[in-house]
């Protein structure tokens, strides 16, 4: 009887290690998919406003109209986080995404023209 309870025991551990291996090939596959849909789901907007020259000053005033209730007045957060630096953690395009997508919440996505994103952008890469 040991046999066969032997037997069954390594049949289970084996199922159990199949369905944890195709599950985590799973996962894998999926985060792959978001990892790509999310860098090309927007590319053209993104390919256009990376392309454009963006004015600090009409940046400086779409932050001031748009981000200052959840980042603060000097950027340094309040409900979002702290803005300084953050061209040094994220890509232009990777910003680019979060504004328009609003990724982590509570933040929004908002709906931006090109050349304000660009602007938005160059305001950004001065909070250093």
């Known amino acids: 009887m040991t046999t066969s309870s032997s037997s069954a025991v390594q049949n289970n551990n084996l199922k159990e290690k199949l369905i944890k291996v195709v599950v985590l090939i799973f996962l894998l596959l999926v985060l792959v998919a978001a990892l790509f849909f999310t860098h090309y789901g927007n590319n053209k907007y993104t390919r256009q406003t990376l392309k454009l020259n963006g004015s600090l000053s009409t940046g400086d005033g779409l932050f001031k109209m748009n981000c200052v209730g959840c980042h603060g007045i000097t950027a340094r957060g309040l409900v ?20 328009t997508k609003g990724l982590t919440p509570p933040m929004p996505s908002f709906e931006i023209e090109p050349q304000n994103m660009a602007d938005l952008l160059t305001y950004l890469h001065t909070l250093n």
Do not use: C, E, K, W
């Open 80 to 99: 979002g986080p702290d803005l300084h630096a953050v061209t040094d953690r994220l890509s232009d395009s990777q910003i680019i995404t979060q504004v």
